[in-house]
T-cell receptor, first 113, second 116 residues
Framework: GEDVEQSLFLSVREGDSSVINCTYT??????LYWYKQEPGAGLQLLTY?????DMKQDQRLTVLLNKKDKHLSLRIADTQTGDSAIYFC?????????????FGSGTRLSIRP | GAVVSQHPSRVICKSGTSVKIECRSL??????MFWYRQFPKQSLMLMAT?????????EQGVEKDKFLINHASLTLSTLTVTSAHPEDSSFYIC????????????FGPGTRLLVL
């Protein structure tokens, strides 16, 4: 079945860039997502990329997709304390929002002063 | 504002009782909704796809008699945890496909269930 994997932890210094990596196995993935979850809260969609794109930039966020290697990354520029959260990589192989989404294990990002 | 709500946000129950969790789409209709379960410090596991007017589709390993799903209207899906046990304690999250974007889903705020 589909599988999405991420490293569990990442620690960065405030002001540095954070790069969170993700690999997935489903070669028919159409959309790849990054979600943010703060403690005790629900999921917030940060950004997503369609599988025919290599890169997407949105303010401090840059998503890179290497479809050949099935590798997705999220770069957060100028990381702030408010960026502390768990970041989930996720994928969907459908073409509509009614397709199921498979999540990775989440990467806990901590910021040190 | 929130487009998908869940009720209750927290619930504590005794072992052996049943608990119902509601997921509502606000101001839009959802013929499909999804139910996820999240264990502490772990990822979201898709439990089932709730289909309005028909039976839910369960993921492998999820007991359909244990987790009853009813999608009785276009804005409401319910998850009932029957005969709850401590191992059912978890964070349950629902989602509904966006009516404005074909790429995304709206996630509810989650329901934290604690079974004593």
């Amino acid at each position: 079945g589909e599988d999405v994997e991420q490293s569990l932890f990442l620690s960065v210094r405030e002001g540095d860039s954070s790069v969170i990596n993700c690999t997935y196995t489903d070669s028919s993935s159409t959309y790849l997502y990054w979600y943010k979850q703060e403690p005790g809260a629900g999921l917030q969609l940060l950004t997503y990329i369609f599988s025919n794109m290599d890169m997407k930039q949105d303010q401090r966020l840059t998503v890179l997709l290497n479809k050949k290697d099935k590798h997705l990354s999220l770069r957060i520029a100028d990381t702030q304390t408010g960026d502390s959260a768990i970041y989930f990589c996720a994928e969907s192989s459908g073409y509509s929002s009614a397709s199921k989404i498979i999540f990775g294990s989440g990467t806990r990002l901590s910021i040190r002063p | 504002g929130a487009v998908v709500s869940q009720h209750p946000s927290r619930v504590i129950c005794k072992s052996g009782t049943s608990v119902k969790i509601e997921c509502r789409s606000l101001d839009f209709q959802a013929t499909t909704m999804f139910w996820y379960r999240q264990f502490p410090k772990q990822s979201l596991m898709l439990m089932a796809t709730s289909n309005e007017g028909s039976k839910a589709t369960y993921e492998q390993g999820v007991e359909k008699d244990k987790f009853l799903i009813n999608h009785a209207s276009l804005t409401l899906s319910t998850l009932t945890v029957t005969s709850a046990h401590p191992e059912d304690s978890s964070f349950y999250i629902c989602s509904a496909p966006s009516d404005r974007s074909q790429e995304t889903q709206y996630f509810g705020p989650g329901t934290r269930l604690l079974v004593l």
